[in-house]
Each structure stands twice: as structure tokens, then as C-alpha cells.
């Protein structure tokens, strides 16, 4: 198990750039206005030799608002569960009476403690030494902008992590996404069995993409809860939800399976529509899962009716496995996982060139190549260079003689014949001329 670092602060210290800056990558949402984080966000980092995971936190200040006590809590999670913590306070500012209580906080928890002061580069030297009066050892003057002292600071959170010797087995990656409130927090906090995400009746209440580790039966997962996406027209230019909107994009790219997350209590949208459309673009495996499904008015017929207008609304995907759950009472959410497994294992799946040929075959014969202008398709041999999604090949005499039509008859034949449910399939066409 990796080491962690926790970095912790009031708002707009600066604490997202340096995590940004440490991490090598956009990890977290940077903007002028203060509270942009609110949950904790995860990343894998090395310092020399030295991998730990890196938390960046929501600013703790002392508002009293359900949302201010949730990032709290958020944050001083971070801290309980961290090997050593990032104190971050703005040199600009000077020590204000909330970096006080902070401090307070942090020297009770025992936890070992590095405090940085950012945007030194914008203060004068001496401003550093006021920060002493904070009990917490020597202040390092840092930039989270330019990169200054991030070395000296790194040096000094990770002082007592041993060298990692053996890298971790990647688990599977699981992205859940939909539209604002339809409980995608929800089911990642009981998923994970404790308030890993901030859930709120607020749309937009969770912004960046976050990366939570579980194990479930004995088998590691990431879950990646990501913002909910509304649609492009209601979104302003340069505003964080477009940041937020393309931070769960950027999810979909990167996870294994995704999870799209409908709810069952309300119909299904044009949104919904586009957003499965991302996951199919981007050709992950996906389960689409009907959340709320407690608070919907059943008969013996309401689940046959459900499923039936989702194969109308997602026919594009008609490949797609669906599953009914309840966030609020856990009910199968213990499914979500092995769901994901399966779809992940039909997308891994990789048909021996004999077989392929053999299916390939028998579609043939049973429904001839078309043919335009007097040249019918002949189909000389198929086979599988790529999974995640599974691609197949075909070798041709003419690729422009390939119909959409005969091209999807293809594929139902494959999906007839072998378990590709919840993964999409790609088929090329080569012709002679591309030799």
C-alpha cells in the first residue's frame, strides 16, 4: 500500500495548483474564486524513488452551511487517514485566524506536518518567518505557480517513506457518469461504504473527477465519480462547470468500464441519449444502471416496460446490459461490480482466427455479399488484431462495396455467436486496393 500525503488549508491558498505541480498533470480544477474543490481528489506521485498517493482537499474554513461542514469533513478525513500532511498557507495573506485553528487541528492529530507557504514568490522574504507563530516547525517558501521550494517541500513530506520496490497491479477502473443528480454520488458512497463524495439536492454539487480505491470480495477497483454533464447549450463558456464537464470526458477516456448512471423515476432524456453516445464514441464496455428504482411505481410489467423503451432510446447500443438499483437503500448495488467485470471480460476477448473465419463463413453463406454494378463484395479472410473494444478485420477485393447494411449483418453474427454484451465491437474493411 502506497504512503499518502494530504494537502490542507483554507480556500484559494493555492492548494490545487501545487497538486497540480506535483503530480505533473491537471489533476484538479485551478480558478480564482475560492471553493472550487470540494471533494478529495487522488493522484499517483514519486519523488525521488518514492511513490505516494498525493489527496488534495476542499479549503476548511468556519462556514456554517451544510456544504462548508461537508468539505470539512472531507478534509480532516484526509488528514486521519494520511501518513504525513501538506499544510498549505498563502504568503500574500499573511497568517490569518482560521490558519490557527488549522494548526490547532493539526498538531492534535499527531500526524507529521510540512508547512508550506505558497506564492512566496509574490511576498516579501521576512513575510515567511511570521508564519513560526503557527507552531509547526520550519515554514517552507514555496510557489505552486512556478515550482519553487516544491522540491525542498516534497523532501520533506516524504523524509520518512521507504523506496517502493514493487509496483501495484493497476485494478480495474470503473467510471460512473449521467447527468447532474441522478445519485452517481450516491451509489459511489455506498459502493465505498463511508461519504467519499459530497452528495447534495445542489446540481453541480461534485466538480472534478474523483478516484477512490475499493476492494470488493477480495478484488481492488477504482471508482471514478465524475460531474454531472448537462447539456452544451446551458453551459457558459470558461465557467468550472465546463472545466468539470471535460474533466468527466477525460474519465470515460481513461476508465475501463463505465457505469452510466439513469434515473428510473423520470424519463429517459435526449442527455441521456448523448452522454451514452460519449461512452460509445470512445469505445468503452458500459452497464447502464437505473438508479432510484425503490421509488418507482411498480407492476409485473413496469421492468419488461423499462427495458423496452431503453432498447428504443439507446438503439444505437443495442448491446447494452441495464441493471436496476437504489443508492439510498443499497439495493443490488452489490451487482455493479460483477456487471462491470463481465463487461470488461467480453471487451478483453480475443476470437482464435480459425473460429473467426469459420463464423465469418457460415454468415456468407447463409446471406450473400451485396454487389453494385454488376462487382459483388467478396470477403477473402477475418481476423482480431485489437481488444478493449474488440476490432476485426476483414480482407476484401473492394472496400466500397461494403453496405452499412451487410456491415451490421456481420456483426450480429458475431454478437449471435460469441458474448460481446456490454462492449461495442469495431469492424475495418481492407480492400485490394490498400495493399
Not at 468556519?62 to 478525513?77: E, N, T, Y
Request: some cysteine; charged content about 30%.
Amino acid at each position: 500500500m502506497k504512503p499518502t500525503v494530504a494537502i490542507v488549508g483554507r480556500p484559494n491558498v493555492g492548494k490545487s495548483t501545487l497538486m497540480n505541480r506535483i503530480s505533473g498533470r491537471r489533476v484538479a480544477i485551478v480558478d480564482d474564486m475560492p471553493g472550487v474543490t470540494r471533494d478529495r481528489l487522488y493522484a499517483d506521485c514519486e519523488w525521488c524513488g518514492k511513490a505516494f498517493t498525493l489527496i488534495d482537499t476542499g479549503g476548511m474554513d468556519d462556514g456554517a452551511d451544510d456544504l462548508s461542514k461537508s468539505v470539512k469533513r472531507q478534509a480532516l478525513d484526509a488528514v486521519e487517514c494520511s501518513d504525513s500532511v501538506v499544510f498549505v498557507v498563502d504568503a500574500k495573506q499573511g497568517v490569518m485566524p482560521y490558519d490557527r485553528e488549522i494548526a490547532e487541528i493539526l498538531r492534535r492529530s499527531g500526524k507529521p506536518t510540512v508547512l508550506a507557504v505558497n506564492k512566496a514568490d509574490a511576498a516579501p522574504p521576512e513575510i515567511v518567518y511570521e508564519f513560526y507563530s503557527l507552531g509547526l516547525g520550519d515554514p517552507i517558501a514555496v510557489s505552486g505557480a512556478h515550482g519553487k521550494g516544491v522540491g525542498d517541500m516534497l523532501d520533506a513530506a516524504c523524509a520518512s517513506f521507504a523506496i517502493e520496490e514493487q509496483a501495484e497491479d493497476e485494478p480495474l477502473k470503473i467510471a460512473v457518469v449521467g447527468k447532474p443528480n441522478v445519485g452517481k454520488s450516491s451509489i459511489v458512497n455506498r459502493l465505498c461504504g463511508y461519504e467519499r463524495s459530497i452528495v447534495s439536492d445542489v446540481a453541480g454539487t461534485t466538480r472534478d473527477a474523483i478516484d477512490t480505491r475499493i476492494t470488493v470480495g477480495g478484488t481492488d477497483y477504482t471508482l471514478i465519480d465524475t460531474a454531472g454533464i448537462r447539456r452544451k447549450r446551458d453551459i457558459e463558456d470558461g465557467s468550472i462547470e465546463r472545466y468539470s464537464v471535460l474533466r468527466a470526458i477525460a474519465a470515460i477516456k481513461r476508465a475501463d468500464v463505465v457505469l452510466i448512471v439513469l434515473d428510473a423515476t423520470r424519463e429517459i432524456t435526449e442527455q441521456d441519449e448523448k452522454i451514452a453516445g460519449l461512452v460509445h464514441e470512445s469505445g468503452k464496455p458500459s452497464v447502464i444502471v437505473m438508479n432510484k428504482w425503490d421509488a418507482v411505481e411498480k407492476d409485473g410489467f413496469t421492468h419488461d416496460e423499462k427495458t423496452l423503451d431503453l432498447k428504443e432510446r439507446f438503439a444505437f447500443m443495442s448491446y447494452f446490459t441495464s441493471i436496476s438499483v437504489s443508492a439510498a437503500s443499497g439495493k443490488r448495488l452489490d451487482k455493479l461490480t460483477v456487471a462491470a467485470e463481465k463487461a470488461w471480460l467480453n471487451a478483453s476477448r480475443r476470437i482464435p482466427t480459425g473460429l473467426l473465419n469459420e463464423l465469418v463463413g457460415q454468415a456468407i453463406a447463409a446471406t450473400e455479399p451485396p454487389s453494385h454494378k454488376g462487382r459483388r463484395l467478396k470477403i477473402y479472410y477475418a481476423s482480431q488484431p485489437e481488444v478493449c473494444p474488440p476490432m476485426f478485420v476483414f480482407k476484401v477485393n473492394d472496400a466500397k462495396l461494403v453496405h452499412f447494411s451487410y456491415e451490421r449483418y456481420l456483426e450480429n453474427c458475431l454478437r449471435r455467436a460469441i458474448d460481446f454484451s456490454g462492449t461495442p465491437i469495431r469492424l475495418k474493411f481492407i480492400g485490394k486496393e490498400n495493399d
